[in-house]
Nanobody
Framework: QVQLVESGGGLVQAGGSLRLSCAASGDTMCISAMGWYHQAPGKERELVASITSGGSTNYADSVKGRFTISRDNAKNTMYLQMNSLKPEDTAVYYC???????????????????WGQGTQVTVSS
């Protein structure tokens, strides 16, 4: 139904910046809100930031003022601009999309949500 592919991860020094992208393909009308999660070794996957189809955003306290989530619905792409990166930001970052509950999705969209494969972000001290 929906495929999500992350890109933009890499190695950066503390204080640097990265911009992650999540490209959605397939039946993108199945997508409602989207979000970025990260997961560090030995820790649970946790929500970093989310954005609704209308552009309303929420952030984890740990990234407020440093990260900015955005989406370009025309391009079916979501972004995470990460500034002032810290070593504790090191993790695999995953793109997530919630299933739309629109009447237009009836008979087309069935999964509860969708996930990408993740992109590694490593911040060195």
């Amino acid at each position: 139904q929906v495929q999500l592919v992350e890109s933009g991860g890499g190695l950066v020094q503390a204080g640097g910046s990265l911009r992650l992208s999540c490209a959605a393909s397939g039946d993108t009308m199945c997508i409602s809100a989207m979000g970025w999660y990260h997961q560090a070794p030995g820790k649970e996957r946790e929500l970093v930031a989310s954005i609704t189809s209308g552009g309303s955003t929420n952030y984890a306290d740990s990234v407020k003022g440093r990260f900015t989530i955005s989406r370009d619905n025309a391009k079916n792409t979501m972004y995470l601009q990460m500034n002032s990166l810290k070593p504790e930001d090191t993790a695999v970052y995953y793109c997530n999309a919630d299933r739309s509950r629109s009447i237009l999705t009836i008979g087309r969209c069935f999964a509860n949500d969708y996930w990408g494969q993740g992109t590694q972000v490593t911040v060195s001290s």
